[in-house]
């Protein structure tokens, strides 16, 4: 594809420390690369570059992106930071995003990073709101608390869960939210097993966070005829053409939205303004993350919920309301709020 | 003899290389410049001291897999157990770094051996089972790997967790206790040294030891071996054990070659790698070492092109599976035409 | 090689083989030009040494195995016999040498495999059995159509597969050593039966290596040497000295015992009232009391299956007995293992070289010294001395006369006789002071027996105490300084070895006869 | 703690046992089958997936879904030639060609559906179809029976049917027959003129009739799309079965039982406060005990059935 292009064009290149296809963050930020690619045509030369599960491999991949003078190199996910401060180091002339992951402490002063990472717990404290708000109205939900599905118990996916908990307690202090782990990011059908006994023993909204393992989530709900809420894409659409009955239990999804952050990136790399050294953590204020509204809420939800909903919103922006987080509490710290929790 | 073995390990060369070639090609074509998808694929993994540092980072752990995989079949137990070994040794080493405060003279091979001891439990307890009860070791060695996996997950999230890491994932280690690169530029470390010698001595082991000789008469059956009176029950579940050690010790030198803290949160793979290399290497320790670069070779040489060319990760892994196939065909490596070329004109002389 | 035939009977050839070379992939010529008639009506044997390509012969005709060369004329046609489908179609049996059954089905589906009676979609369960019976009646046979092959004796299975070759409008009967692995009634009762078949104007080839049975039961003779025929005519026109010549390429002479009084030789195994009621049945044994000297070869006669594997299991310590005590040289050894056995001077030639005796795919250096591998001689610490280990092989090799290709083979590219040879080198070299010898001549040509009689005499004269099992009543008895006779588990009575005689043996073997 | 007592005594589920157990009941068989031929078959697994995968996008371009499960099974078949070409043309390693079938299987499906659908992940897009639920009549209007036993995927239903059919099959018609004698003693039934390779190419295909069947019950029936790597083990925990099952039709069905049992004890208890590791480890760890039990038994009615 490379005849086409022209002979200044940028070049940029995604790193994925996984394989595509995960409906989540590798997805959306390859989504937000193309989406560029889309927009700036012969004026950017993207590529797209799977590293695979092997840990041990990433760092060469590294290295080799590093060496072959793209413009930007992104990376997401938590699980790279670490390592890529070391080739940050190793290559101070290379420039490198790193999305939804943390620097390693004493890290900060890479001037050659510029290091994004989300408030996915603020994004789910509206989802928890919502959840709450339409269980204590109790019109068309059936059950008496909310659950979760998670892949593993681990500290991205609990932020996800600390958020939905305090959430739902802000509406409707008592509530209790069941929690089950997986064990895979694959295993679709027993996230819909998992489900489906959550469901049937009073779940009435479940909040799925396990990436292909939480779609089993949204046929357990089809089944039983109950509500799921999805995560980092917009689970409604995954299903809106193809199976409508299912995607009609999806009340929403929570975002972050890798996607954008990575295609307004490539637009400050054309104007030359990309914050390289600098830190951000975006949040509902930065339209980082969000809940989708336009889907099923619509009409599902009431207008006093949405209201709440607007409500902590606005209250999350303006600062007076600060979300807790699970990064940097320690197991039995979430253990605690976990068993608090359990119906 | 010496010509023969020397021919044939050379046609095994040409022949491998042959394979690829013949899969390589209609990939290749898909592409813009096959020439250079191809010779990327096949040259690129010798173009910088770099790609040869990975095949070796890459064959490290595979070659101390399959030794133990080698082991364990050679002595007739087919105990697929490495995997969850490596994870479990790779897990427990890693803890040892971190509660031990010893100097890492002391602390590195102590915190080696204990990892190689509780890994090998994995390897181990499927040779104790077979033992006691008859069991199949292979079936109850892979359930004991996703066992491994889960137990090794609570173990580091309840005890090594680090709270302040946004991942699940031990703390790091102290920076003494990682391996440092032997080769600039390279992240070959004392464990790739480490890994060839185990195999050298693994081929003295088995063919100039009479704990070997046991071994191999042990993995032909019963009935020879109860008839010289060896205790073949004892030894089987001792070789399993050491397999399990070995993997399990493959795992903790891989940590602390490769890594900065335990970060894995399932197996890595290199047992599978390991059992491929040992089918591949025939069961013979020496052959492990071209076996598990040769494998290491595909897999930069598939990292290449996937990097350059945006070739699917997926195709490289198809590629490998049928080179995979390819080497070990019997119907190809021992044709009778292929055969009279490297034996010469040994043939009619059996009488 | 002048062919003066029977004049009574046409002489109408069946098959005819023509110029048949076979080379094996691996390299090895099993025949070459290999041509002769095999005349309808006639029961041929077919004799030759080990690896002379009897059995490779007979596997092509039964369509097994592909020539490399030649043709094969069935009634006159040249046939190709693609597989053991077509032979059958053609009226051609084979009974294996190694048997063809599969251990955990039943006799009728064992026959009917391949050409199973149908009801529906399903297997004629009735049909099968009721076709076994038919067959087991019409050739006088009698099996039990609904027993597990694996739960029946030898001989019992040795039946099956003549039913089984028989059960296709068999017209040639082809039999690799039917007589191996049988007693000798067991034998005399098998070759009744073949008489009748022959009768029944079946045509019959058949492979051993025993010259008395040749001679009781063939009209013809074919001998192979080396995968070339040799000699091709009638048999009452030949000597024993001149088959057994064209055989080997050499005149063989057969060892011979010398008459000794031992009564006063050390007692070296002493067993007494020595039970052992577990395990398979044939092998149980019931208060057995045994004394076996300094330099005494005591032989084991007994119907297949009356426990003779169970003494050679107790004394190699493979069991532990029940009840009762057993004493090597004063030494206790009731719960003793194999390796205390060993290390107390026990060696063990067993009956079956490939599956016990020896591992297969292991080269012939480590099949020999296995055993000795921790001796001092061959060792350094925890390493073995490979070139003192390849120097004794050569040494055991040229002295047990095995033919190989080198010491690094692998053991299953011998011969069965010879691979016999070098099992019985590892043992026999080890000095032992007890010896059990199980069926060490099965399946072995005339030359191998001799060579391995003669070391066992040679064994016993330097003070061994040797256990002979076997089925062979010549070799028992041309070998025992006494004779202890089986029945049931039991020893029914010693006796002294001064000109015994099989007749004399009989009764106690069947169980007709009693003395303690 | 009374709410778990309720929920585990609930029909629901008994009716989760039967439904996590179809896909392990189905693999199972057809693991029997293969190995009974003497052809152990690791690359099951692959089988499954690309059964999984064929049924979605049959079923979505023809929307029938007869024709998605046609597709699947032919698509494990597909899976049995491989093994069949690598094992008995190619005369590779019979472990590795498994191995290989797996690592095909899975890059495989992700490039096709990727290449259909320019999704790596999932078929969400496919408007795939999905067989039918059974509602037994009579059983269905049982109070507890019926919530357990109608109601199911007609692929649970054809699993279990399928135990008795295998166990016919492999014990009572020729085909059966010989398939045995070439798995135990290949030289022999190769003497009595049974051709090895083409009944081993049958088990292989029967196999994959049976794997590709496990796969669509997955991806068509418990849900509704093919998303990479589905099967998530499966077919070695069917490898698991067949052989705690002694290589028995009945025997393999009790051991996925007991698998199916031990998972949906384990999804019961996902809520309860356990670490959900430990949960996730049990079933396996019950796999080895309940082998090594199964295996001790065994041995010792060996040394009591000898004793008479
Ligand atoms: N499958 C085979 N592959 C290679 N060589 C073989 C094979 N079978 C037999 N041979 C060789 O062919 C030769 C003839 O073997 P064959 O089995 O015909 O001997 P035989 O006359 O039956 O001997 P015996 O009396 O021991 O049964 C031997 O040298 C043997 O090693
Ligand atoms: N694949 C093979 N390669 C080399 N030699 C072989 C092969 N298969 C068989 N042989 C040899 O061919 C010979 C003949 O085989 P056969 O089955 O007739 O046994 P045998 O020699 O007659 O032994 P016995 O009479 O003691 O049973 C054996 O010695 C065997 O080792
Ligand atoms: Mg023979
Ligand atoms: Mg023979």
Redesign the interface.
């Known amino acids: 594809p490379s005849s086409a292009q022209a002979a200044d064009a940028k070049r940029a290149i995604f790193l994925a420390n996984g394989t595509l296809g995960d409906k989540s963050f590798f997805d959306s930020a390859a989504r937000g690369m193309q989406d560029a690619k889309a927009k700036y045509g012969d004026d950017l030369e993207i590529r797209i570059v799977e590293m695979g599960v092997d840990k041990s491999k990433w760092r060469s991949f590294l290295q080799d992106a590093s060496e072959e003078d793209y413009d930007l190199v992104f990376t997401i996910t938590f699980e790279i930071g670490e390592l890529l401060a070391e080739i940050a180091q190793e290559y101070p002339d290379q420039n490198y995003v790193l999305i939804d992951g943390f620097l390693p402490e004493g890290a900060g002063d890479l001037q050659n990073i510029y290091s994004v990472v989300y408030k996915a717990n603020e994004a789910s404290y509206l989802a928890g709101v919502m959840a709450a708000g339409m269980l204590a109205e109790g019109t068309n939900v059936k059950g008496t608390h909310l659950g979760m599905l998670g892949a593993f118990d681990i500290p991205v996916i609990n932020d996800f869960f600390l958020g939905y908990v305090t959430g739902a307690q802000s509406v409707k202090p008592d509530v209790k939210v069941a929690v089950s782990f997986a064990g895979s990011f694959e295993d679709a059908a027993r996230g819909k097993e998992l489900s489906l006994a959550q469901y049937r023993t009073g779940t009435a909204i479940g909040f799925n966070v396990a990436g292909l393992t939480g779609l089993g989530q949204l046929d357990a709900a089809k089944e039983t005829g109950q509500w799921a809420i999805g995560v980092n894409s917009d689970q409604e659409l995954i299903f809106r053409e193809s199976d409508p009955a299912l995607a009609d239990r999806v009340v929403t999804s929570v975002m972050k939205n890798i996607d954008v952050t990575v295609a307004r990136t490539i637009d400050l790399l054309f104007e030359d303004a990309v914050p390289l050294g600098q830190f951000e953590a975006l949040g509902l204020k930065e339209g980082g993350v969000g809940i989708v509204k336009d889907g099923v809420m619509a009409s599902v939800v009431s207008d006093d919920v949405k209201a709440k909903i607007d409500a902590a919103e606005t209250a999350i922006i303006n600062g007076d309301i600060v979300v807790e987080s699970a990064f940097g509490k320690d197991t039995a710290e979430i253990e605690a709020i976990r068993t608090a929790v359990r119906p | 003899m010496i010509r023969a073995a020397f021919a044939s390990t050379a046609i095994t060369a040409g022949f491998c290389l042959f394979v690829l070639l013949v899969v390589l090609v209609p990939v290749a074509l898909l592409y813009p410049e096959p020439g250079e998808v191809l010779s990327r694929f096949l040259l690129g993994p010798f173009e910088k001291t770099r790609y040869m540092g990975n095949i070796v980072e890459l064959a490290t752990p595979s070659m101390l897999t399959a030794l133990a995989v080698v082991l364990m079949f050679r002595c007739g137990a087919f105990n697929l157990g490495v995997e969850g070994s490596f994870f479990l040794g790779g897990l427990t080493t890693a803890a040892m770094v971190l509660w031990m405060p010893l100097p890492p003279l002391v602390g590195i091979p102590l915190a080696l051996l204990a990892g190689a001891i509780v890994g090998s439990v994995v390897c181990g307890i499927p040779g104790i089972v077979k033992a006691t009860t008859g069991a199949s070791e292979l079936v109850s060695s892979l359930m004991l790997n996703y066992a491994a996996v889960f137990i090794g997950l609570f173990v580091l999230n309840y005890y090594l967790r680090d709270p302040t890491a946004a991942m699940l994932s031990s703390d790091r280690f102290p920076a003494e206790y990682r391996f440092e690169s032997l080769i600039p530029r390279t992240r070959i470390h004392i464990g790739s040294i480490v890994a060839v010698v185990a195999c050298i001595i693994g081929a003295i082991y088995l063919n100039r030891t009479s704990q070997g000789l046991e071994v191999r008469i042990s993995g032909t059956g019963n009935d020879f071996s109860r008839h010289l009176g060896l205790n073949s029950v004892a030894l089987n579940i001792r070789i399993q054990v050491i397999g399990g050690m070995i993997a399990a010790f493959a795992g903790g030198i891989e940590m602390l070659g490769l890594y900065s803290r335990f970060t894995w949160q399932n197996t890595t793979g290199n047992g599978w790698t390991g059992v491929i290399v040992a089918i591949i290497a025939r069961d013979n320790p020496i052959l492990i070492i071209p076996a598990a670069l040769f494998i290491g070779y595909l897999q930069v040489g598939g990292d290449l092109v996937s990097r350059a060319f945006g070739v699917p990760t997926e195709i490289v892994s198809l590629i490998q599976a049928l080179v995979m196939i390819c080497v070990t065909s019997v119907a190809i490596f021992q044709h009778p035409a292929l055969r009279k070329f490297v034996q010469g004109d040994r043939g009619g002389a059996a009488q | 090689m002048q062919m003066t035939g029977d004049e009574t009977a046409p002489q109408k050839a069946l098959v005819e083989f023509r110029e048949i070379g076979k080379t094996y992939p691996n390299g090895t010529v099993a025949l070459r030009n290999v041509s002769f008639q095999v005349i309808e009506g006639d029961i041929l044997a077919v004799c030759g040494e080990n690896g002379a390509g009897k059995s490779t012969l007979m596997k092509i005709l039964a369509g097994i195995e592909q020539p490399t060369q030649g043709t094969i004329h069935y009634e006159g046609r040249q046939r190709r016999i693609a597989d053991p489908n077509v032979a059958g179609d053609m009226g051609i049996g084979m009974v294996h040498q190694h048997f063809s059954l599969i251990r955990s089905l039943s006799v009728a589906e064992n026959l009917a495999l391949g050409q199973e009676p149908r009801r529906g979609l399903l297997i004629d369960r009735r049909a099968a059995a009721d076709r076994v019976r038919e067959l087991a009646q019409k050739f006088s046979l009698d099996v039990d159509p609904n027993t597990k092959v694996g739960s029946l004796s030898v001989a019992a299975q040795q039946k099956v597969e003549i039913l089984k070759a028989l059960s296709r409008n068999t017209r040639l009967l082809i039999l690799d050593e039917p007589s191996a692995v049988l007693t000798p009634q067991e034998t005399q009762e098998l070759f009744v039966q073949l008489r009748s078949l022959r009768a029944r104007g079946v045509t019959i080839i058949f492979i051993s290596h025993k010259l008395h049975e040749v001679r009781a039961l063939a009209n013809r003779i074919t001998v192979i040497r080396s995968g070339e025929v040799v000699e091709d005519g009638v048999l009452s026109e030949m000597s024993d000295a001149a088959i057994s010549k064209l055989v080997m390429g050499v005149d063989v002479t057969r060892a011979s015992r010398n008459q000794r009084d031992l009564s006063a030789a050390t007692p070296v195994v002493v067993v007494k009232k020595a039970t052992v009621a577990t395990g398979d049945a044939d092998r149980r044994i019931d208060a057995i009391d045994l004394t076996i000297r300094a330099g005494e070869i005591l032989g084991i006669a007994g119907v297949d299956g009356s426990g003779q594997e169970g003494v050679v299991d107790l004394l190699c310590g493979n069991v532990q007995p029940d009840e009762g005590d057993i004493a090597l040289l004063g030494k206790p050894m009731a719960l003793a293992t194999t390796l205390d056995w060993r290390r107390a001077g026990m060696a063990h030639l067993p009956g079956d070289r490939f599956q016990i005796g020896g591992a297969p795919h292991m080269s012939l250096v480590d099949n020999v010294m296995a055993g000795s591998h921790r001796d001092k001689q061959f060792t350094r610490g925890p390493f073995l001395r490979v070139g003192a280990m390849v120097a004794r092989t050569n040494e055991l090799i040229k002295t047990f006369n095995v033919r190989c290709l080198g010491p690094r083979e692998p053991l299953n590219s011998l011969s069965g006789g010879n691979a016999q040879k070098l099992v019985a080198a590892r043992e026999f070299s080890s000095n032992p002071k007890f010896l059990i010898v199980n069926q060490p001549t099965r399946g072995i040509d005339v030359a191998a027996a001799a060579m391995i009689h003669g070391e066992l005499l040679r064994l016993s004269q330097n003070g061994t105490a040797i256990l002979l099992v076997t089925s062979d009543l010549d070799e028992l008895l041309q070998l025992s300084d006494r004779v202890a006779v089986m029945f049931d588990g039991r020893i029914a009575v010693v006796l002294e070895n001064d000109g015994l005689t099989p007749e004399r043996l009989g009764p106690f073997m069947l169980g007709l006869e009693k003395t303690s | 703690m009374m709410?778990l007592a309720a929920?585990l005594l609930?029909p629901?589920f008994f009716a989760?046992i039967l439904?996590?157990s179809t896909?392990i009941i189905l693999v199972a068989m057809g693991v029997l089958i293969s190995e009974r031929a003497g052809v152990v078959n690791i690359g099951a697994e692959g089988m499954m997936l690309s059964g999984a995968f064929c049924g979605v996008v049959f079923s979505?371009y023809t929307g029938s879904a007869t024709v998605g499960l046609v597709a699947a099974i032919v698509a494990g078949m597909v899976g049995g030639l491989f093994m069949s070409f690598?094992v008995h043309?190619?005369?590779?390693?019979l472990?590795?060609?498994g191995?290989?079938?797996n690592?095909?299987a899975?890059?495989?499906t992700?490039?096709a559906?990727?290449a259909l659908t320019g999704?790596?992940?999932?078929s969400?897009?496919?408007?795939?179809e999905v067989l039918p639920s059974v509602h037994i009549p009579w059983i269905q209007d049982l109070p507890v029976l019926g919530t357990i036993l109608s109601g199911h995927h007609i692929l649970t239903y054809v699993a279990f049917l399928s135990v008795p059919a295998v166990a016919?099959f492999m014990m009572?018609?020729?085909t059966g027959?010989?398939m045995?004698?070439v798995g135990?003693?290949p030289?022999?039934?190769?003497?009595?003129?049974?051709?090895v390779i083409r009944l081993q190419l049958q088990a292989f295909l029967l196999c994959g009739v049976f794997a590709g069947a496990g796969g669509a019950f997955?991806s068509m029936g418990?849900?509704?799309?093919f998303?990479?790597?589905?099967t998530?083990?499966r077919g070695?925990i069917a490898?698991?079965a067949e052989?705690?099952g002694a290589g028995g039709a009945y025997g393999t069905l009790a051991a996925s039982l007991l698998l199916g049992s031990v998972d949906?004890l384990a999804?019961?208890l996902?809520?309860?406060?356990l670490?959900?590791?430990?949960l996730?480890?049990a079933p396996?760890?019950v796999?080895?005990l309940a082998?090594?039990?199964?295996?001790?038994r065994?041995?010792k009615q060996k040394?009591i059935g000898?004793?008479h």
Do not use: H
């Open positions: 709410d929920s609930s629901e989760a439904r996590v896909p979505a690598a043309v190619l005369r590779a390693n472990f590795l060609s191995i290989a079938l690592l095909a899975s890059a495989g992700i490039l559906l990727f999704e790596k992940g999932i969400g897009t496919l408007d795939s016919i009572r018609t020729p027959l010989r045995r004698a135990e003693n030289e022999a039934a190769k003497a009595t003129g049974l051709s997955l418990y849900v509704s799309w998303s990479q790597n589905m998530a083990g070695f490898l698991a052989v705690m949906v999804i019961a996902a809520g309860e406060g670490p959900s590791e430990l996730q480890a396996y760890v796999t080895v082998l090594a039990l199964y295996g001790l065994q041995a040394t000898t004793v």
